[in-house]
């Protein structure tokens, strides 16, 4: 299985790689609104994933006839401040966390520093949660925040 | 920008990029095979707390989310490196650059300030991704296609947060108008 996933990993990156996903110029022109690309590809993926899943939840199973469970995420302030923040960093690094690793496979040695950044943000998160929890309204740690 | 007219091209090796419809229901392709033979939920942002997990000891890294997600995370983590890496390679050679499009033209910092800069931006991804919940993965593609309203309110804010920064920089701090 975990094969499978490197294998995945792979076309997800490459696909990244060749469409403009993880390319400084090309989302600089989506939040520009001068290059169309992104929204079609992030249209395009929504559009064909929706009904994916609705069949997928529908069939209730697996492949292999594993019971479906899909964690939902929650809602609370975080999503409109967390969203905005990394927003910010998503336009100054031209790379969301995904395209990151595809451009250090690439060879662009600048983004080893996004992700030294995101790494060190996501342990700030991390170490700061209990505190900034009732701020936030952030779910309990138990219950976790989902798989994003 | 060439001429007002945005690039078409990518920055590696100046690739004509894929079809827009094409990498949509590809990426798509993916989402849906990981639901579909493991029951997983796309999100890359979550991996970056995989990572944080192996190093630093706090109750949030220890999350059920976290410890039963990496077995699985950590590798398509390592196949986005190994994408990128064959994309390089079969488009022309794997070589280390520096280059950013743009944002050498327009602004021009040399290496330790691209470093720097991808650093302050990087900080704002990590932390921003996961007081969110998820990034453009989990919450914009998977969340919004699995209509959860939490991930239409991030989607919204990042995008928001995203077009504000980059119309302030390229067209008020380092306008792009005229450039070769």
Redesign the interface.
């Known amino acids: 299985?975990?094969?499978?996933?490197?294998?995945?990993?792979?076309?997800?990156?490459?696909?990244?790689?060749?469409?403009?996903?993880?390319?400084?110029?090309?989302?600089?022109?989506?939040?520009?609104f001068?290059?169309?690309?992104?929204?079609?590809?992030?249209?395009?993926?929504?559009?064909?994933?929706?009904p994916?899943?609705w069949w997928?939840k529908r069939r209730g199973r697996?492949?292999?006839g594993?019971?479906?469970?899909?964690?939902?995420?929650?809602?609370?302030r975080?999503?409109?401040?967390?969203?905005?923040?990394?927003?910010?960093?998503?336009?100054?690094?031209?790379?969301?966390?995904?395209p990151?690793?595809?451009?250090?496979?690439?060879?662009?040695?600048?983004?080893?520093?996004?992700?030294?950044?995101?790494?060190?943000?996501?342990?700030?998160?991390?170490?700061l949660?209990?505190k900034?929890q009732p701020l936030?309204g952030?779910p309990p740690?138990?219950v976790?925040?989902?798989?994003? | 920008m060439v001429n007002g007219e945005w690039r078409t091209r990518l920055i590696l090796h100046d690739l004509v990029p894929l079809h827009w419809a094409l990498a949509g229901a590809g990426i798509a392709g993916i989402t849906l095979a990981l639901l579909f033979v493991g029951s997983r939920r796309l999100g890359v942002s979550t991996g970056l707390e995989d990572i944080c997990s192996l190093v630093l000891p706090v109750r949030y890294f220890r999350r059920a989310a976290v410890l039963s997600g990496r077995g699985w995370r950590l590798p398509l983590l390592g196949g986005l490196l190994l994408g990128g890496f064959l994309s390089a390679i079969l488009g022309g050679g794997w070589e280390p650059t520096w280059a950013l499009g743009v944002f050498d033209q327009a602004i021009g910092l040399g290496p330790a300030g691209k470093l720097a800069w991808m650093f302050i931006g990087g900080l704002l991804i990590g932390f921003g991704t996961r007081l969110a919940g998820g990034c453009t993965s989990g919450h914009g593609i998977f969340g919004l296609a699995n209509f959860e309203l939490p991930s239409l309110v991030t989607t919204v804010s990042f995008m928001a947060g995203g077009i504000l920064t980059t119309q302030l920089i390229y067209r008020v701090l380092f306008p792009l108008t005229g450039a070769p």
């Not at chain 1, 001068?34 to 929706?50: D, S």
């Not at chain 1, 594993?66 to 609370?76: G, N, R, T, V, W």
Request: a negative charge.
């Open positions: 299985m975990t094969l499978l996933y490197v294998l995945l990993g792979t076309v997800f990156g490459f696909v990244l790689s060749r469409s403009g996903a993880a390319d400084y110029d090309f989302i600089q022109g989506m939040f520009l001068t290059e169309f690309q992104l929204y079609g590809i992030i249209g395009a993926a929504v559009a064909v994933t929706a994916g899943i997928i697996t492949l292999g594993q019971p479906i469970a899909i964690e939902l995420k929650a809602l609370h975080g999503n409109v401040l967390g969203g905005a923040l990394f927003g910010v960093g998503w336009s100054l690094a031209g790379m969301c966390p995904g990151i690793l595809v451009n250090i496979g690439e060879g662009k040695l600048y983004a080893v520093a996004a992700l030294a950044g995101a790494l060190v943000g996501a342990g700030a998160l991390g170490s949660y209990e900034i936030f952030l740690l138990n976790g925040t989902g798989e994003g």
